[in-house]
């Protein structure tokens, strides 16, 4: 069966280090998202992608980055750890039509001690 | 801008009772779609019910019915014979225009079922 999965799905890492967080969808999906959950805030997007080589800063992008070299992976990657980045943080991946729902990973929580 | 606001942090039902879930949006595009997931104590997303703006009818799948009124601004979800395993965290979301399948979402819902 089809799936999104994250890696890892926990993580505790120190400030000012570079943490890279996985994400792997079988669906082919063309559209992916990376979103961080917070209480209070429900999700919001960091970056997403809609095809290869095609990446776009989320609403919250400041002190993320993603690139995407193939269809399958989004990895995001945190520069350097703040303590305001200890999070939840969701992959998920759409099909390019606009009626159709978002498919989630299971989530990583990330620690930034 | 776009926005989604959900008003009710926490609500409880009795079992076997139906449940709304408020929802309004702010949007100035002509086409959109409008989302709502259940997120329950184990973390995971799950797809519950899709409208887009131009459906004449409220979705409905199963339990869940979307209860959309689009002069109002609000697709408010209905969960009917509520069950225990309805406890959960509920979020609606927004697709943008036309070309973007990015989504905002709202702050979400705590539904907790008595029984």
Same mark, same amino acid.
């Given at each position: 069966d089809a799936?999104?999965? &994250?890696?890892?799905?926990?993580?505790i890492t120190e400030t000012g280090? &570079?943490?890279?967080?996985?994400?792997? &969808?079988?669906w082919n999906h063309n559209n992916m998202f990376w979103y961080r959950q917070d209480l209070g805030h429900g999700l919001r997007l960091i970056h997403y992608s809609y095809g290869v080589q095609d990446t776009n800063k989320g609403e919250v992008s400041d002190g993320y980055s993603v690139s995407r070299s193939n269809t399958e992976d989004l990895p995001l990657t945190l520069e350097s750890a703040a303590s305001s980045q200890t999070s939840v943080y969701f992959c998920a991946s759409s099909m390019g039509q606009e009626s159709?729902? &978002?498919y989630f990973?299971?989530?990583?929580?990330?620690?930034?001690? | 801008a776009q926005k989604i606001t959900q008003t009710q942090p926490g609500m409880f039902v009795q079992e076997k009772e139906a449940v709304t879930l408020d929802c309004t949006y702010d949007t100035s595009d002509p086409s959109y779609g409008l989302f709502w997931y259940k997120q329950p104590s184990s973390g995971e997303m799950i797809f519950l019910i899709y409208q887009g703006s131009y459906d004449q009818q409220n979705a409905t799948e199963g339990r869940y019915s979307l209860n959309f009124q689009k002069a109002r601004k609000s697709a408010n979800l209905v969960i009917s014979a509520s069950q225990l395993g309805d406890s959960a965290m509920y979020f609606c979301a927004m697709r943008g225009s036309s070309g973007t399948y990015k989504y905002i979402f709202g702050t979400g819902t705590r539904l907790k079922v008595l029984a």
């Open positions: 799936e999104i999965t &994250q890696s890892p799905r926990h993580k280090r &570079q943490v890279t967080l996985a994400c792997h &969808q079988t159709y729902e &978002q990973g299971p989530g990583t929580r990330l620690t930034v001690t | -």
